[in-house]
């Protein structure tokens, strides 16, 4: 097998690798560094230190959205990004919305406090801020995610792409944290992320780290 994805399963990026790849079904190894005082060794692979990265024979990548290009790329079949030149764009601005808006306020604000903090680092849960975020900052975020669903089952035209591997990564942590999308506030998102959770490439991940993680 010659494709080793580098970075821990929690980690909402290194999951969009993870999906790609389940999708397309390309085997893989595996490890699951923590990126934390990471070593020389895999700096050399991850200039920035971040998980994920991807070894493919003797050659490697860092960045999420620089791997999953490349195992487009690689793997055409079946296709994540839209061939239309347009859709392609939107679907690409949608990836970057989920890692860049999304992660912002769900990684440190949510995620951190709420389940790393406890389980990692012995923290108590700062429930307080959590709870003023859901309310105040998530909601915006959720607004312009509605707005963008139409009639059809995806983001961007009428197959699941890129653009919604970006942003059902982020939901995914999100629902570790017991924080779902109110169906009576946001229909359309919420019916999405529950299609979208459902398909086997994110289920049997979401599965796993609540394995992984004891979570109920
Ligand atoms: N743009 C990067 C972001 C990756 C990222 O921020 N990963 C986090 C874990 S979820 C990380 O490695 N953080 C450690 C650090 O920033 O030093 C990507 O898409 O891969």
Redesign the pocket.
């Known amino acids: 097998m010659s494709i080793l994805l580098y970075g821990a399963g929690g980690?909402?990026?290194v999951r969009k690798v993870r999906v790609v790849l389940a999708e397309k079904k390309i085997p893989y190894d595996h490890d699951e560094v923590i990126?934390i005082n990471v070593s020389p060794e895999y700096r050399k692979i991850s200039p920035l230190?971040?998980?994920?990265a991807l070894r493919d024979g003797d050659r490697t990548l860092a960045?999420?959205?620089v791997i999953c290009a490349y195992l487009e790329r690689r793997h055409p079949e079946p296709a994540l990004y839209p061939a239309d030149a347009y859709e392609y764009a939107r679907a690409l601005w949608f990836e970057e919305y989920g890692?860049s808006a999304l992660v912002g306020v769900i990684g440190p604000k949510i995620f951190f406090r709420k389940f790393i903090a406890p389980r990692f680092f012995n923290q108590p849960v700062d429930e307080a801020a959590v709870e003023q975020t859901v309310r105040e900052e998530l909601p915006p975020l959720f607004d312009y995610l509605e707005s963008q669903l139409g009639t059809g089952p995806f983001f961007v035209g009428r197959s699941f792409s890129i653009g919604d591997i970006g942003i059902a990564t982020h939901l995914v942590n999100l629902r570790h944290c017991g924080i779902g999308v109110d169906p009576a506030r946001w229909p359309k998102l919420a019916r999405w992320a529950a299609t979208v959770h459902e398909r086997p490439s994110f289920k049997t991940l979401i599965e796993e780290d609540r394995r992984t993680f004891g979570i109920e």
């Open positions: 980690s909402p990026f990126p230190g971040k998980i994920p960045d999420s959205s890692d």
